[in-house]
């Protein structure tokens, strides 16, 4: 169990803010799962003060959710200040977070998100006046340099922590990598070593080993995993219990995978409308699917699914498919 600020998390594990991900539906549905700590998709600055009703609805927070973290993005400190005020006032986050790692082209070049890893100062200005501004604990995600050429993730942190920030959750990758590559973890004990605030992990943490390992070898306070938790809110389930209890819980079979896709794409509904959430549930569906023999099949046919109901049927259909298949095997072993 770790604080940030006041804030006390149950366990280490804390889900990561995808864009286009982490909203209400899957959030609950992780938490559901165990995570000690749940974040929220990036939101604009820009987008809160203009009140855009996409974003507005992005605010949304499930009070099953909490402890829940917000993360905002911006380039101008007075816009960043007056949207961290108005989460703060206006929604049940329990902390704001900042995001510096995000490293699409549309985000850097407005000065956001990954572009802030090359100015130490500026990382000092922003997250000081975030943090005079609220009363909500300030975290702060970042990467560990913009390339290979600019790697300060040390003074980035350092200057985090000045600042006031309560936290930092550090992704051991270049802006430049994107996605790809290696995460350094070196860099992440690195930056735990220069800091007295909590250092979150974040980066190439695929089983619950990889979360034991980055918590002993590197020396993190928490563990921070994303895309390993896409269609398999096991993962986060898993990781919790073999930190507790060193036992490594089975992987789910197809039934429990398509009921919990089944539970996600209602709460999508719940959230969004039949239309929407069937659309967006397709590229969920896709993760869920993942490793199940067959699956190309049922993945082309929910991807041209409208309702709710085509969107079940071919989810049943394919769980009674593989059921019956194993079934047949069993016979024949």
Request: glycine share 6%; charged share 30%; aromatic share 6%.
């Amino acid at each position: 169990m770790f604080k940030i600020g006041d804030i006390e998390l149950k366990n280490r594990i804390v889900l990561a803010p995808m864009a286009g991900v982490c909203n209400s539906a899957f959030r609950l549905t992780v938490k559901e799962f165990g995570a000690g700590l749940v974040c929220a998709e990036m939101v604009s600055d820009k987008a809160i003060l203009f009140k855009n009703a996409k974003t507005m609805n992005m605010l949304y927070i499930d009070e099953r959710e909490k402890p829940l973290s917000l993360q905002i993005f911006g380039g101008e400190k007075e816009n960043l200040v007056e949207a961290a005020k108005f989460v703060d006032k206006n929604t049940t986050a329990d902390i704001i977070d900042i995001n510096m790692g995000c490293p699409v082209p549309k985000i850097t070049k407005c000065d956001a998100g990954a572009k802030w890893l090359l100015d130490p100062n500026k990382i000092y200005e922003m997250v000081s006046a975030v943090v005079d501004a609220v009363d909500k604990p300030v975290t702060v995600k970042m990467r560990i340099g913009w390339d290979d050429e600019h790697i300060f993730a040390v003074k980035n942190a350092q200057a985090v922590e000045r600042a006031g920030a309560q936290a930092v959750a550090v992704h051991g990758r270049t802006r430049v990598q994107m996605y790809e590559g290696y995460a350094n973890w070196d860099i992440i004990k690195e930056v735990k070593q220069s800091v007295n605030i909590p250092v979150i992990g974040n980066g190439d943490v695929q089983t619950p080993q990889d979360a034991k390992r980055m918590l002993d070898e590197v020396g993190v306070d928490g563990v921070m995993i994303g895309r390993a938790a896409l269609g398999n809110p096991w993962m986060i389930y898993r990781t919790v219990k073999f930190l507790e209890t060193g036992e490594l819980m089975d992987e789910p079979n197809v039934r429990e995978k398509m009921d919990v896709c089944k539970l996600h794409l209602d709460r999508l509904i719940a959230l969004k409308n039949e239309d929407v959430a069937v659309r967006e549930m397709r590229k969920h569906a896709a993760w869920y699917l993942k490793g199940i023999k067959g699956n190309a099949t049922a993945r082309n046919q929910i991807n041209i699914a409208n309702t709710r109901d085509e969107f079940v049927e071919l989810i049943d259909n394919l769980v009674e498919d593989v059921e019956a298949k194993q079934a047949d095997a069993a016979q024949v072993g």
